[in-house]
């Protein structure tokens, strides 16, 4: 079996059991066509950078204003590299920051069909979401710049929990992003 035969199977697997994380996805609130894969993407189609972060073995959350609980993570800024840009939101939303290097477990590949992109320098219409996991240290209050969500709360959950919270009026994908990022960490 060649290497590629061995990643293609691989993925195949991991898609069967994770069915809904890679099901094709509508997200209405962005005008957007998405399709996760385990694949990494080209750099320069990364937009967005998104965590599961792991401090002791359990999940950081956090909940907005609008009492939303969401991964860490946000839209990259013009020039700004990935490591940068996940230091960066890790703090502001999480007051987090990184104790051991991101492994990344895959991306949705997003469409939009905006006429613009969010961004001016972001890809149009075609870009990437990154996820990934990482150990990480919560050591302060979320910084909460004025341009960004606005974190109410960051709390420390167990995997099984923080899938709960997570598919509370959410698309039913987000357990499943969980438990394939546990099973990555887990896999080490």
């Known amino acids: ?13 991991i898609a069967a059991r994770f069915p809904a994380l890679h099901a094709p996805q509508r997200w209405e609130w962005g005008g957007i066509d998405a399709q996760f894969t385990t694949e990494l993407p080209p750099d320069e189609l990364v937009t967005n950078i998104h965590l599961v972060g792991f401090s002791e073995g359990r999940v950081v959350l956090c909940r907005d204003v609008r009492g939303h609980w969401f991964l860490p993570g946000g839209t990259r800024e013009a020039a700004e590299s990935i490591d940068s840009c996940l230091a960066r939101e890790l703090r502001e939303e999480a007051g987090a920051r990184l104790t051991g290097p991101p492994t990344w477990i895959g991306h949705h590949l997003a469409v939009s069909d905006g006429p ?3 961004r001016p320098w972001q890809p149009h219409p075609v870009k990437a979401w990154l996820w990934g996991w990482a150990e990480v240290l919560v050591d302060s209050a979320p910084t909460n710049p ?18 709960h ?7 039913p994908w ?3 992003l969980i438990a394939l990022a546990t099973e990555s ?3 080490g």
């Open 1 to 13: 079996m060649t290497d590629t035969t061995r990643r293609t199977d691989d993925r195949a697997a």
């Open 165 to 171: 919270l997570l598919a509370h009026h959410r698309d």
């Open 174 to 176: 987000w357990p499943e």
């Open 185 to 187: 960490r887990a896999a």
């Open 146 to 163: 004025a341009d960004g969500e606005q974190v109410l709360e960051v709390r420390l959950t167990t995997p099984e929990e923080a899938q």
């Open 116 to 118: 613009t992109p969010y």
